[in-house]
């Protein structure tokens, strides 16, 4: 993501991700300046044009990131110290990259069924629950859930080939 | 006298059998919501919304209310128990509640924390009774340029009266903005900002906003601390409470001091933290015995409770008269409203009135289903933190994404539902404040609205703003807001240089 300043244990620095935030925040109001601008920003026949009132929101968005850059370059980044320590970015990423998996699975085989993998997975792999525990968990919860949207409530959710096997 | 009739006629709505079940059904979940880590009442309520579709309007805002209501309730167990504030404003309770659970009194602190979080909304309820009517009827005469001031005075207050870097405030908000901008432009039906993306066409819809930045943000936020939840066991019986509300009577002033500040903070937005804060402060400056403080003082836990709650609750009161909220829970509230065709502003209690007034109604009992519900069931819910962080997490991100996925019926807004969860993060981490977006993003189509007509009718004068005394005054006062930081570092400045000389 952002590039490792290795120093006693800080995976990222508070200073780097400050000023990377910050750019890419600028880079953003750029942006929506940019389209705002394409669009139209000035006075039309029927008043302000579309891109008016986000060509000035762009404008104030580059400014706050400008002035948001420049402060975090002149901070001192011993200071400001660490964004993320190495164990503590590992514990984020042991959650993120699953539930990345998880929102990407649900396309192929339908919400309940990742839904019920993504939890056996992640409570073997982080809690260290045995398999058969896990799946206790995670088989009601989602038949649960199941019946609460599809049935009571009437909501349909993604479905896959499981819920195809029993007609829905 | 009119309010007291149409409150008693708004009592006959919310009264019914059904209203109640749901007002008991809602602030069970709210606690339940507020005890939960990554579950807060603002995407608490937001991931409950859809379920709600199909119920009665009335039902569904007074079972969705009782959540928020659950919610607050809900922060303080955290925060005594196992000194983990639920919420931001149950900071302040983890002061003086935490260490008196320490010593061997949950059980009073507990009690201490949900009556004081009781009389604080229940003054707040009493402020919107009879102020929501009049600053409707005020708003009555309110104009494309009065609403633009309001607005703008709403998020000026949010830079001066932030803790956080202003333009770090400035830059969270204008995203917003501009999130809320993308898509097709209601006035004259151009699309904007979607680069020829058809998912982006929609527009970004706030809640899912809310369920990434409040729901899988904070999630990554908790695991980052690593998880030890070391509490203390909670046992409430009738003779713990009975001997705690003979005690409360005496810091009566107390209790009124924190309504007060409550009440006022609530009502500009962002209220609830800075307003628990200020009346610890208040109270301990005041204080017999300030040196208890800190070390589990029963006044210490009803200071902050009682202002977190009168902020909490009279967030609703711009939210209703005005369609502006003062928080992001009082913001999905608002969203719930619109999706039922009941526009908040001036107009709702004229055309709604039985809707208004069942709401108002549903306050008074909600927050009296919520004292009984958390004294009799706290231990169950302390028992819920007992469940293994990785059993809760990975159920709680199955919840958000069914929850994003029902906002919209689309796969896209679980994607984004992720990508806001790392933005929380991030943002969290490096102090942008994320109340501002998530206000800007639900405001931003009706702000722009009400600027862009102002600015028709007076043929592109800016000057519209500072029209009248009314829309001048505001305006005028949203930008001392904005300018606050600097005029008090002035004023420090110059007030600095007097007492040197």
Redesign the interface.
Same mark, same amino acid.
């Given at each position: 993501m952002q590039d490792n300043h290795n120093n006693e244990g800080g995976a990222i620095s @508070?200073k780097s991700? &400050?000023i990377v935030?910050?750019i890419i925040?600028t880079l *953003?109001?750029a942006i929506?300046m940019w +389209? #705002?601008n394409r669009?139209g920003a000035g006075?039309g026949s +029927?008043?302000?044009? !579309?891109?008016s $009132?986000?060509f000035y929101?762009?404008l104030?968005?580059v400014?706050?990131?400008i002035?948001?850059t420049i #402060?975090a370059f002149r901070a001192d980044s011993k200071e400001l110290g660490d *964004?993320?320590e190495h164990e @503590?970015l590992r514990?984020?990423m042991?959650?993120?990259i699953?539930?990345?998996v /998880?929102?990407a699975v649900?396309?192929f085989t339908g919400?309940y069924v990742a839904?019920a993998i $993504?939890?056996i997975a992640?409570?073997m792999w982080?809690?260290k629950?045995s398999a058969i525990k896990s799946i206790l968990?995670a088989v009601p919860?989602?038949v649960f859930?199941f019946f609460m $949207?599809e049935v009571w409530? =009437?909501?349909?959710?993604?479905k896959g080939p499981l819920e195809a096997m029993f007609g829905y | 006298m009119e309010e007291i009739n149409a409150l008693m006629g708004g009592f006959a709505v919310a009264l019914t059998w059904q209203n109640v079940m749901y007002m008991f059904i809602g602030t069970i979940l709210g606690v339940l919501i507020g005890t939960l880590p990554g579950l807060g009442g603002a995407n608490g309520v937001a991931i409950l919304l859809?379920?709600t579709f !199909?119920m009665e309007p009335t039902s569904a805002i007074i079972m969705l209310s009782c959540i928020y209501w659950g919610a607050l309730f809900g922060g303080a167990i955290t925060s005594i128990l196992f000194n983990i504030p639920g919420e931001p404003w149950s900071v302040a309770t983890t002061f003086d509640g935490y260490p008196m659970a320490q010593k061997g009194d949950p059980g009073t602190a507990l009690t201490t924390a949900f009556t004081s979080s009781f009389v604080g909304a229940f003054v707040a309820v009493l402020m919107i009774t009879f102020l929501a009517p009049m600053v409707a009827k005020f708003a009555l005469k309110f104009g494309p340029a009065e609403f633009f001031a309001v607005q703008l005075l709403t998020f000026c207050s949010f830079v001066g009266m932030s803790k956080e870097?202003p *333009?770090?405030t400035?830059?969270a908000m204008?995203?917003g903005?501009?999130l809320a901008?993308v898509g097709m432009?209601t006035?004259?039906g @151009?699309?904007?900002?979607t680069?020829g993306e058809e998912e982006l066409m929609r527009g970004f819809d706030f809640l899912i906003a809310v369920i990434g930045l409040f729901g899988?943000g904070e999630?990554?936020l908790t695991? &980052?601390e690593?998880l030890a939840f070391k509490g203390t066991e909670a046992k409430i019986d009738a003779k713990v409470v009975w001997q705690t509300w003979k005690k409360l009577p005496a810091y009566w002033a107390t209790f009124i001091r924190g309504s007060l500040i409550g009440c006022w903070m609530g009502v500009t937005p962002g209220g609830a933290t800075p307003a628990s804060f200020m009346s610890y402060g208040i109270a301990k400056k005041f204080a017999k015995n300030p040196a208890g403080f800190g070390k589990g003082e029963m006044e210490g836990i009803v200071a902050p409770e009682t202002a977190a709650h009168a902020a909490g609750t009279s967030a609703l009161l711009p939210m209703l008269t005005l369609g502006i909220p003062g928080s992001p829970t009082a913001a999905v509230l608002l969203g719930g409203l619109l999706i039922w065709g009941l526009q908040p502003g001036p107009l709702l209690f004229v055309e709604k009135a039985d809707f208004v007034w069942g709401l108002i109604a549903s306050m008074y009992l909600g927050n009296i289903a919520g004292l009984i519900v958390v004294l009799t069931t706290v231990p169950y819910f302390a028992a819920i933190l007992k469940i293994? *962080? #990785?059993?809760i997490?990975?159920?709680i991100?199955?919840i958000c994404?069914?929850g994003s %996925? =029902?906002v919209g019926?689309a796969?896209f807004d679980? %994607?984004l539902?992720?990508v806001f969860?790392?933005i929380g /993060?991030? $943002?969290k981490?490096?102090s %942008?404040p994320l109340a501002p977006m998530v206000l800007a993003l639900v405001l931003g189509d009706t702000a722009?609205g009400a600027?862009? @007509?102002a600015?028709?009718t007076s043929q592109?004068d800016m000057g519209v703003f500072f029209a009248n005394g009314l829309v001048g005054g505001i305006t005028a006062l949203a930008l001392i807001m904005l300018f606050s930081p600097i005029l008090s570092k002035l004023w420090g400045m110059v007030s600095g240089k007097k007492a040197a000389a």
């Amino acid at each position: 993501m952002q590039d490792n300043h290795n120093n006693e244990g800080g995976a990222i620095s @508070q200073k780097s991700a &400050e000023i990377v935030t910050a750019i890419i925040i600028t880079l *953003f109001g750029a942006i929506v300046m940019w +389209d #705002s601008n394409r669009i139209g920003a000035g006075w039309g026949s +029927d008043g302000p044009e !579309s891109g008016s $009132f986000p060509f000035y929101v762009g404008l104030l968005i580059v400014i706050s990131g400008i002035v948001t850059t420049i #402060s975090a370059f002149r901070a001192d980044s011993k200071e400001l110290g660490d *964004f993320v320590e190495h164990e @503590q970015l590992r514990m984020v990423m042991a959650v993120l990259i699953p539930s990345i998996v /998880y929102v990407a699975v649900i396309g192929f085989t339908g919400i309940y069924v990742a839904s019920a993998i $993504f939890i056996i997975a992640f409570m073997m792999w982080q809690g260290k629950f045995s398999a058969i525990k896990s799946i206790l968990v995670a088989v009601p919860v989602n038949v649960f859930l199941f019946f609460m $949207f599809e049935v009571w409530f =009437t909501i349909p959710l993604p479905k896959g080939p499981l819920e195809a096997m029993f007609g829905y | 006298m009119e309010e007291i009739n149409a409150l008693m006629g708004g009592f006959a709505v919310a009264l019914t059998w059904q209203n109640v079940m749901y007002m008991f059904i809602g602030t069970i979940l709210g606690v339940l919501i507020g005890t939960l880590p990554g579950l807060g009442g603002a995407n608490g309520v937001a991931i409950l919304l859809p379920l709600t579709f !199909s119920m009665e309007p009335t039902s569904a805002i007074i079972m969705l209310s009782c959540i928020y209501w659950g919610a607050l309730f809900g922060g303080a167990i955290t925060s005594i128990l196992f000194n983990i504030p639920g919420e931001p404003w149950s900071v302040a309770t983890t002061f003086d509640g935490y260490p008196m659970a320490q010593k061997g009194d949950p059980g009073t602190a507990l009690t201490t924390a949900f009556t004081s979080s009781f009389v604080g909304a229940f003054v707040a309820v009493l402020m919107i009774t009879f102020l929501a009517p009049m600053v409707a009827k005020f708003a009555l005469k309110f104009g494309p340029a009065e609403f633009f001031a309001v607005q703008l005075l709403t998020f000026c207050s949010f830079v001066g009266m932030s803790k956080e870097p202003p *333009f770090k405030t400035i830059a969270a908000m204008m995203i917003g903005f501009a999130l809320a901008a993308v898509g097709m432009d209601t006035i004259t039906g @151009q699309l904007r900002l979607t680069f020829g993306e058809e998912e982006l066409m929609r527009g970004f819809d706030f809640l899912i906003a809310v369920i990434g930045l409040f729901g899988l943000g904070e999630i990554l936020l908790t695991m &980052e601390e690593g998880l030890a939840f070391k509490g203390t066991e909670a046992k409430i019986d009738a003779k713990v409470v009975w001997q705690t509300w003979k005690k409360l009577p005496a810091y009566w002033a107390t209790f009124i001091r924190g309504s007060l500040i409550g009440c006022w903070m609530g009502v500009t937005p962002g209220g609830a933290t800075p307003a628990s804060f200020m009346s610890y402060g208040i109270a301990k400056k005041f204080a017999k015995n300030p040196a208890g403080f800190g070390k589990g003082e029963m006044e210490g836990i009803v200071a902050p409770e009682t202002a977190a709650h009168a902020a909490g609750t009279s967030a609703l009161l711009p939210m209703l008269t005005l369609g502006i909220p003062g928080s992001p829970t009082a913001a999905v509230l608002l969203g719930g409203l619109l999706i039922w065709g009941l526009q908040p502003g001036p107009l709702l209690f004229v055309e709604k009135a039985d809707f208004v007034w069942g709401l108002i109604a549903s306050m008074y009992l909600g927050n009296i289903a919520g004292l009984i519900v958390v004294l009799t069931t706290v231990p169950y819910f302390a028992a819920i933190l007992k469940i293994p *962080f #990785s059993i809760i997490a990975p159920v709680i991100l199955v919840i958000c994404a069914i929850g994003s %996925y =029902t906002v919209g019926n689309a796969m896209f807004d679980v %994607y984004l539902m992720v990508v806001f969860g790392i933005i929380g /993060y991030v $943002f969290k981490k490096l102090s %942008y404040p994320l109340a501002p977006m998530v206000l800007a993003l639900v405001l931003g189509d009706t702000a722009e609205g009400a600027f862009r @007509q102002a600015l028709l009718t007076s043929q592109g004068d800016m000057g519209v703003f500072f029209a009248n005394g009314l829309v001048g005054g505001i305006t005028a006062l949203a930008l001392i807001m904005l300018f606050s930081p600097i005029l008090s570092k002035l004023w420090g400045m110059v007030s600095g240089k007097k007492a040197a000389a």
